[in-house]
């Protein structure tokens, strides 16, 4: 079973910045697609970012120009580095993992961590 652990979390002010990661079994992080999503109390789950296993990214548009996913292979970790947070950015943050390199954001990946909240004051 694939095994994922956020850390990194906590409460910041606007414009502030937290950097999450996401510690993984084995080498999943240098063969699956790994993901990050966020949500909400009474809110969807949402995508935020994904990296492949090729390095290739892609980010939800709410946090494009201000968040960066990224990966240390040999260390088989996933960080999340956020920049500008706003209030709006506040919510359980979740790293996700999947075989499939096609997934992208879809709420479909195969193993999930436990989340770390991230919480931002105006």
């Known amino acids: 079973q694939v095994q994922l652990v956020e850390s990194g979390g906590g409460s910041v002010q606007a414009g502030g910045t937290l950097r999450l990661s996401c510690a993984a079994s084995?080498?999943?992080?240098?063969?699956?697609?790994m993901g990050w999503f966020r949500q909400a109390p009474g809110k969807e789950r949402e995508g935020v970012a994904s990296?492949?296993?090729?390095?290739?990214?892609y980010y939800a548009n709410s946090v494009k120009g201000r968040f960066t996913i990224s990966k240390d292979n040999a260390k088989n970790t996933l960080y999340l580095q956020m920049n500008s947070l706003k209030p709006e950015d506040t919510a359980m943050y979740f790293c996700?993992?999947?075989?499939?390199?096609?997934?992208?954001?879809?709420?479909?990946?195969?193993?999930w961590g436990q989340g770390t909240q991230v919480t931002v004051s105006s």
């Open positions: 084995g080498s999943t992080v240098s063969t699956y697609l």
């Open positions: 990296i492949n296993r090729y390095g290739t990214t």
């Open positions: 996700a993992a999947d075989p499939r390199q096609w997934v992208g954001l879809s709420n479909g990946y195969s193993y």
